[in-house]
DNA sequence: ACTGAAACGAGTCTTGG
DNA sequence: CCAAGACTCGTTTCAGT
């Protein structure tokens, strides 16, 4: 019993871009009565389907004036190793983003900072201080064409 | 006055990780009066701090059990080129994510897909069909080590 | 900034069609 | 799956300290 229908998706698409709409708002919205969509509402909850909500922030106006990726290059890659590396990137609240990756580089490493020499501090004192790090590749963001887009639920 | 204290950035912190919270039970967990959370709660909406809220939903049990990186280069590096490109990319509801950077590729780029022929396809009809694509670079992800993490608010 | 009170609105639960 | 009620709780606004 996970199929979503179309109305479980449309309540899904409209709770990513408004996760704070009110029962009853949504449901006029969608054509529904408000017990319905809080039925629904509940299961999706129930079946995982929604793990949770969250204010979204303005990094810039927050201070995080730089967004940077690392491509990231463990010196063993053995099971042990990725285990001690992945412990210290979920230590590190820098760290927004962490992805094993496979291709020519081991991780995949996303992280907002204040600035340059926040970053080369940042590279320095907790990247390159790591278990394993060999190399790192640093590409720092000039423009954000896109930023967590929705996900796509076709309707 | 757009100076954050203390208190204000906890504000923030909890509304990152539980968007849904009541003001009431927010305010209980702080130690604030109702009211005055509800006023700040308002300025860091009204001064931007707050964009807006969203549910965190869980891709794999959607359908999405492949997430992707892709780096992409232009043939031509011209402001034009750039344009068309972001622009196309808005487009493209496949993906979350699209950074221009500085560096070895001109965009980094994040989508989920339902898995690898889904991701074939999307390379061939989608990205590459975009203006000015030269060259894309496929990075797969094998595990998601840290996922949208919360922006880090140093309490 | 905090307190208190009152009016309004929304969510929840239950019953029933 | 939908409708209608009673009940509970949160929000909002107003006043005051």
Redesign the interface.
């Given at each position: 019993m996970?199929e979503?229908d179309k109305t479980d998706r449309r309540i899904?698409m409209e709770?990513?871009?408004?996760?704070?709409v009110s029962n009853a708002e949504l449901a006029q919205r969608l054509g529904l009565p408000p017990t319905s969509l809080s039925d629904r509402f509940k299961r999706l909850v129930r079946?995982?389907?929604?793990?949770?909500?969250?204010?979204?922030?303005?990094?810039h106006?927050?201070g995080?004036g730089l967004?940077v990726?690392v491509e990231v290059t463990l010196d063993k890659t053995t099971p042990d190793a990725f285990e001690m590396f992945?412990q210290a990137?979920?230590r590190a609240?820098?760290?927004?983003?962490?992805?094993?990756?496979?291709?020519?580089f081991d991780?995949?490493i996303k992280t907002?900072l204040a600035d340059m020499n926040t970053y080369r501090r940042f590279l320095g004192e907790v990247l390159l201080a790591m278990p394993g790090v060999k190399e790192t590749?640093?590409?720092?963001?000039?423009?954000?064409?896109?930023?967590?887009?929705?996900?796509?639920?076709m309707l």
């Open positions: 996970t979503l899904l709770l990513q871009l408004d996760g704070r079946q995982g389907f929604i793990t949770g909500f969250g204010a979204r922030l303005d990094p106006q927050l995080y967004l990726f992945a990137v979920r609240p820098e760290i927004l983003e962490c992805h094993m990756v496979g291709g020519g991780y995949l907002r590749r640093t590409y720092a963001v000039i423009e954000e064409v896109k930023n967590d887009g929705p996900l796509p639920l």
